[in-house]
């Protein structure tokens, strides 16, 4: 595979924005219309996922490992959906289709058979994470809804007791569907490392027309049951490192940073750990006195609250503003979580001050949320 062109193959479908998805998709129920009911009926999010993975994917074709661990999560991840072996080939099919009708004359053989080998080389390890998953794992977990609490007037925190028991690692995201929402889902973190009773906390703020998070933040009451993907994402402490950690928290970006705080709280010497959480306004904080509360029993915490525009303990302006007139951090871990907008600003200027790559790590929120 020359791996140049297809990275500039997909630059120039890319350009196109949310008509490739929807060709995608109108191509594949075409031509399959036995997968239609795989999906849900508006099929918004599901066309932003779509394009969120394409990104991630050709973005990371120079990194395997990130590449691997990544398309394993997919395959595992699609098994909630009802995904076969052979929807693959289908699915294949109307994607070559689609990146041949934009790329228009610059498609030729030799680009069609790159695409191909990718996707079948892509396809493949998706196919072999899912049978093997098969082998220890659920499709999904039933999750029942064990205590709500309304933080702020748009946040909320659900506690959930999966069945059976969800292993994962804290800063690891799970996919959860709403009965009220059917083949909707939406992507969030536990906001707990694991538990003795294998509850869950998640961390819910509503979306402007999110269809999810206003089913679970309104309709979810103590009872009812929801269903959940399997635990995905990278986002996960490196206990090797052996430097202080620097965290960078926007909104409900607080969930996978809390649960990875609880799980230093385990360790023998946990390091010097810096938390910055902000918000746009002070009722965003929703779980600061929570974090005073444990940070005072737990000297190697420093938990620093941001409301942005605002004079706060870390003074005004933005939550990146604060964090970069605040110290100097090149020496330390970075973990960022929230959205997108924040994640991209700081892990950019983080790199620019001197913080190596392979020092950040980041969970960007934006691009799931509905």
Known sequence: MDIARLKSSFAKVAMHGDEVPLHFYSDLFLKHPETRDMFPVSMQAQRAHLVAALVTIVSSVDDLDALTAFVRDLGRDHRKFGTLAEHYEAVGDSLLAT???FCGDAWDAALESDW??????????MVAAARDDEKHNPAYWTGTVVARERKAFDISVLT????????????????????????????????????ADGSVEFHIRLIDGGAV???????AASGAELRIGPPIGSLRLDPASGREILMIAGSTGLA???????????????????????ARAADGLYDLPGLEKFAAGHRWLTVVPVVSG????????T??????????WSARDAYIAGPTEMVQDSAARLA???????????????WSEQ
């Open 99 to 101: 990146f041949a009708y």
């Open 116 to 125: 191909k080998a990718a996707y079948e080389l892509i396809a493949s390890v």
């Open 160 to 195: 959930v007791q999966p069945e059976p028991r969800l292993d994962y690692l804290p800063g690891q995201s799970v996919a959860i569907e709403s009965p009220a929402r059917p083949r909707l889902w939406r992507y969030y973190s536990m906001a707990n490392a694991p538990r």
């Open 213 to 219: 998070s206003m089913a679970l933040t309104t309709q």
């Open 256 to 278: 996978p940073l809390k649960a990875m705080i609880e799980q230093l709280a385990g360790t023998p010497q946990p390091p010097a750990v810096h938390l910055f959480f902000g």
């Open 310 to 317: 605002e004079r706060s303990p870390g003074g005004a302006g």
């Open 319 to 328: 939550l990146t503003d604060t964090v970069m007139r605040s110290g100097t």
């Open 352 to 366: 620019a001050a001197g913080m190596p790559a392979g020092q950040i790590h980041v969970e960007d929120f934006g």
